[in-house]
């Protein structure tokens, strides 16, 4: 598996993204996804999040590319079950007289 480095700069919106990530749902979905792809109904159940604010966030943290789908299979009821594993490996955040800096180590797909 292989890793990038992604930067934001305060015209990159990293103010956003990092909104985005402060929030305690984000925080606690992208914990539960570090080492091993969940659906949403484990992820909301290992955390006790409400399984709509569950859905929520994932939806956020999928478009904000924090989130990756891992795998999508069916289940013996025949309905899509869809995997969501953490692209984060860890986050760096600067502040400073040129702005804010947000650093991401992320892997590629």
């Known amino acids: 598996m292989s890793y990038q480095?992604?930067?934001?700069?305060q015209s990159d919106n990293a103010i956003a993204l990092?909104?985005?990530l402060s929030d305690e749902v984000a925080y606690r979905i992208i914990a539960s996804t570090f080492e091993s792809a969940k659906t949403v109904t484990q992820i909301s159940t290992?955390?006790?999040i409400p399984l709509s604010s569950t859905y929520k966030k994932i939806k956020k943290l999928v478009k904000s590319?924090?989130?990756?789908?891992?795998k999508i299979t069916i289940d013996n009821a025949g309905k899509k079950v869809i995997f969501y594993?953490?692209?984060i490996r860890n986050l760096e955040f600067k502040m400073g007289v040129q702005g804010v800096t947000l650093e991401l180590n992320c892997?590629?797909?």
């Open 5 to 9: 480095s992604l930067k934001y700069s």
């Open 65 to 70: 590319r924090i989130l990756r789908v891992e």
């Open 18 to 20: 990092l909104h985005e």
């Open 85 to 87: 594993k953490s692209k």
């Open 107 to 109: 892997m590629v797909s």
């Open 46 to 48: 290992e955390n006790e």
